[in-house]
């Protein structure tokens, strides 16, 4: 599921439509069921997930009903990527259709287009569920509206999910391993100490603004220091504030570097706050994608646990970034206090 993106091109037709929905969710799905939120003419929030077997349709149905209905549209577009069509030329997977548009229906959601396509590229066939008539060649995606809004915002379209997480993929595995051996002898005591507290925050800052001005490095040492550091939450609240605002682009590099140079299950950390960052500016694919691989390194990671219950619930960003700021605001109280302990795995 993707979180709220926001849409604000005009699409005219089905094939407009589904060439969106790469750029909507930032890599061209694969066996997937796509829901659009639609506000008039305008698109909302952006679900997707994987199609499944017609006996778990209900199932499925239920679980996006709720994060869609949250955002109160006016209609929902349905597209479904996957398949081959019947002998009568009739779309694939119609039990799930009908299993998502009577859920929608019993929200009082109405399903005003439901379409299928084989995959989102140029010239492939694509068919209306509810019109044997309705069909016709996906338009060019690269040259879709969306692109250029996706272009002009700096923002990347994967070719594949799998292409997409492959980003986050570490370092080699002899750094990896070198730096979790390091990790492991570090006599680091948990909490840190306020003096600890303020010197990991103060290196933190700095590669903070190496990444702002492109020219980041991460040794082991630096890798080993952040990441320890970043397991004492007062560290990590700390620089919530910068996943939002003019820094935001260069705290996502820092993120996306820190993911990649640091093994579990202290990547969790990093990867949460790469997770934040992509939610707060709408790009739930990169949002799941570093979710995974935090939940990955740790799966009881709690706020990677909570970020998650907020994509898939669909609350909005602008929810998630008042909570972030509550946080942070929380570490100028005096009374604020730090009691949780790390563990970590050993090997």
Do not use: N
Request: with cysteine; charged share 20%; net charge neutral.
């Amino acid at each position: 599921m993707s979180a709220p993106t926001a849409g604000c091109i005009r699409l005219s037709d089905s094939s407009e439509l589904i060439a969106a929905v790469p750029h909507l969710l930032g890599f061209h799905p694969r066996e997937s069921v796509v829901l659009l939120a639609l506000h008039g003419m305008r698109l909302g929030l952006s679900l997707r997930a994987d199609l499944v077997d017609d006996d778990q349709a209900a199932l499925l149905a239920e679980q996006l009903v709720q994060p869609i209905a949250r955002h109160r549209p006016t209609g929902v577009a349905l597209v479904v990527v996957g398949g081959k069509p019947g002998p009568a030329g009739e779309p694939p997977h119609r039990a799930v259709v009908s299993a998502v548009t009577a859920a929608l229906a019993g929200s009082g959601l109405p399903v005003v287009h439901a379409a299928w396509t084989a995959e989102t590229v140029r010239g492939a066939l694509w068919r209306c569920y509810d019109d044997p008539a309705c069909a016709g060649r996906v338009v060019d995606p690269a040259t879709s509206p969306l692109a250029a809004a996706t272009v002009a915002a700096g923002a990347v379209t994967f070719s594949s999910r799998e292409e997409m997480a492959a980003m986050l993929s570490g370092e080699d595995t002899a750094a990896l391993q070198r730096r979790s051996e390091l990790l492991d002898d570090a006599d680091t005591e948990h909490p840190l100490s306020p003096h600890l507290v303020g010197q990991r925050l103060a290196r933190l800052a700095e590669l903070y603004r190496a990444a702002a001005a492109g020219s980041l490095e991460l040794t082991d040492t630096a890798v080993v220091d952040v990441a320890s550091a970043l397991c004492d939450h007062r560290v990590r609240d700390a620089c919530l504030p910068w996943c939002t605002g003019s820094g935001a682009a260069a705290a996502e590099s820092l993120w996306l570097a820190l993911v990649r140079a640091t093994p579990a299950p202290e990547r969790a950390e990093p990867a949460a706050l790469l997770a934040l960052s992509a939610y707060l500016r709408g790009d739930g694919a990169l949002a799941g994608v570093a979710l995974d691989a935090a939940l990955q390194a740790c799966p009881q990671h709690s706020l990677s646990g909570l970020l998650r219950a907020a994509l898939d619930g669909g609350i909005s960003p602008a929810l998630v970034r008042r909570a972030a700021e509550d946080a942070a605001a929380a570490l100028r109280r005096p009374v604020y206090r730090s009691s949780r302990r790390r563990s970590r795995r050993k090997r």
